[in-house]
């Protein structure tokens, strides 16, 4: 089946989808449970192709909520744009168990099923059809370069200051630090300082990255293998 974003409607559905890429904040309800400890999914919510989905501590309660496929509601407050809010509802179902070698641990792949989406922007609450908010064509949006740009300026300083070495040719002790400022469907933008000063660069992917899974291996060929 073809579903076409109506005009009216594609802005606000790409506002909600950077917001669950990028949330700055996350409230959980789920029926039947009084409480939900927010480190019971510490690495927050992330966008599943249009579907939330939580990596839960094993037995914890999102998880048996996951497989009972309980009622659950979600806040999300935008990550990009102040006094925006995501609403979602529907029923959680869990997934699989993933285990992750760089954190050495495991998770439960919990996700919310929708039935309802409504994004709150300039004092009003907008309805959107699920079908649009989960458009595959909204898969690459603002909030997924925003997280991914934190992602790797926290978590991958050394890998990137090896890219800046091997891209300028200067020994890597001398690149004291580096900062990812930019990245798009197309290129990534770094900044650096080494023993010279500041420097800036835009390094061109070899084409435009197709949906998320293609940006972090578009991201490992032009920067470093072992970014993740």
Do not use: Y
């Amino acid at each position: 089946m073809t579903v076409r974003i109506p005009a009216s409607s594609g802005e606000h559905a790409a506002a909600a989808r950077s917001i669950l890429a990028c949330p700055a904040g996350v409230e959980l309800s789920i029926e039947g449970c009084p409480e939900v400890l927010a480190e019971e999914a510490p690495q927050g919510v992330h966008d599943w192709a249009g579907t939330p989905l939580l990596l839960c501590v094993p037995d914890g309660r999102v998880a048996h909520a996951g497989k009972g496929g309980r009622a659950a509601t979600m806040a999300l407050a935008s990550g990009l744009s102040a006094g925006e809010t995501l609403h979602l509802s529907g029923r959680l179902r869990w997934v699989t168990t993933d285990w992750c070698a760089c954190c050495d641990t495991s998770r439960e792949r919990v996700v919310l099923d929708l039935d309802e989406v409504r994004l709150q922007r300039d004092g009003r609450r907008i309805a959107l059809p699920v079908p649009a908010f989960a458009h595959p064509a909204l898969q690459l949006n603002a909030g997924l370069f925003r997280r991914t740009e934190q992602h790797l300026n926290e978590c991958h300083g050394d890998h990137l200051r090896a890219a800046i070495a091997n891209h300028t040719g200067t020994p890597v002790h001398d690149v004291v630090g580096v900062q990812l400022v930019g990245l798009s469907a197309r290129r990534v933008t770094l900044r650096w300082v080494d023993l010279d000063g500041a420097g800036s660069a835009e390094v061109l992917f070899a084409r435009a990255a197709r949906d998320p899974e293609d940006l972090g291996d578009q991201l490992r060929r032009a920067l470093h293998p072992e970014l993740c």
